[in-house]
Nanobody, 119 residues
Framework: QVQPVESGGGSVQAGGSLRLSCVAS????????MTWYRQAPGKEREFVSG???????SYADSVKGRFTISQDNAKNTVYLQMNSLKTEDTAMYYC?????????????WGQGTQVTVSS
């Protein structure tokens, strides 16, 4: 399963928490950059958080201090722990995998997992 598969979305009240997971198969001779994006209805898809192959991590300003990205290489899984959720975090969350092998980069998107935060 090369295409990332997201899970963990759901409905939660403001202030609550969710943990999203993204699973995608990997091969040892390539490197991987993993990123979470989200898209709210009527809005463009936006960057949320990313972790690259050297371990560097980045966050959108809107989620800093509330979201934490991590990965378990043994499980080929990237997580997004989301705490102190706000209604404006409501969106479809997508996992993007960039696989860089000797023949160049390839991009894979998951189908998304819905996060709904109510007041």
């Amino acid at each position: 399963q090369v295409q990332p598969v997201e899970s963990g979305g759901g409905s939660v009240q403001a202030g609550g928490s969710l943990r999203l997971s993204c699973v995608a198969s990997r091969v040892t001779y390539c490197r991987y950059d993993m990123t979470w994006y989200r898209q709210a209805p009527g809005k463009e898809r936006e960057f949320v958080s990313g972790i690259v192959s050297d371990g560097s991590i980045s966050y959108a300003d809107s989620v800093k201090g509330r979201f934490t990205i991590s990965q378990d290489n043994a499980k080929n899984t990237v997580y997004l722990q989301m705490n102190s959720l706000k209604t404006e975090d409501t969106a479809m969350y997508y996992c993007k995998m960039v696989r860089v092998c000797a023949d160049g980069p390839r991009y894979f998107w998951g189908q998304g997992t819905q996060v709904t935060v109510s007041s």
